[in-house]
Nanobody, 123 residues
Framework: VQLQASGGGLVQAGGSLRLSCAAS????????MGWFRQAPGKEREFVAA????????YYSDAVKGRFTISRDNNKNTVYLHMNSLKPEDTAVYYC?????????????????WGQGTQVTVSS
C-alpha cells in the first residue's frame, strides 16, 4: 500500500494550494480518505475527510469554508483544495485511508498513511 502526497510549498497568506494524494495497493474506491496536519511541537490534527463516493465531506472548524476535499476514484486520488491560507495553516499535511464510515477524527481511525507534504504560509 502506498499513499503519495504532493503539492505542498511556500505561499503567502491569502493564497491557495492544492494537495494531491495518489493511492496504490488498496481498493481506493471503498475507503474513506482523510487529511491531517501536524505543526512543529503539536499533535497531529484532523483537517478533512470524504466518504467513498464523495457524497459526504467533513471538516474541522479551523478550515471549514476555506478548504475543500474531493476525490477522483478513476484516478485513485484525493485532493485538498486550500484557499485563504493563514500562517497558522503551516504544517506537514498527511493523507490517510480509513475503513470507517462516517470517518473518525482521531488518527487511530486510519490505517494507511502517506509520507506528508510541507505547507508553509508566510505572513
Amino acid at each position: 500500500v502506498q499513499l503519495q502526497a504532493s503539492g505542498g510549498g511556500l505561499v503567502q497568506a491569502g493564497g491557495s494550494l492544492r494537495l494531491s494524494c495518489a493511492a496504490s495497493g488498496i481498493s481506493f474506491r471503498v475507503y474513506t480518505m482523510g487529511w491531517f496536519r501536524q505543526a512543529p511541537g503539536k499533535e497531529r490534527e484532523f483537517v478533512a475527510a470524504i466518504n467513498w463516493n464523495g457524497g459526504n465531506t467533513y471538516y474541522s472548524d479551523a478550515v471549514k469554508g476555506r478548504f475543500t476535499i474531493s476525490r477522483d476514484n478513476n484516478k485513485n486520488t484525493v485532493y485538498l483544495h486550500m484557499n485563504s491560507l493563514k500562517p497558522e495553516d503551516t504544517a506537514v499535511y498527511y493523507c490517510a485511508s480509513s475503513p470507517n464510515t462516517p470517518p473518525r477524527v482521531e488518527p487511530s481511525g486510519y490505517d494507511y498513511w502517506g509520507q506528508g507534504t510541507q505547507v508553509t504560509v508566510s505572513s
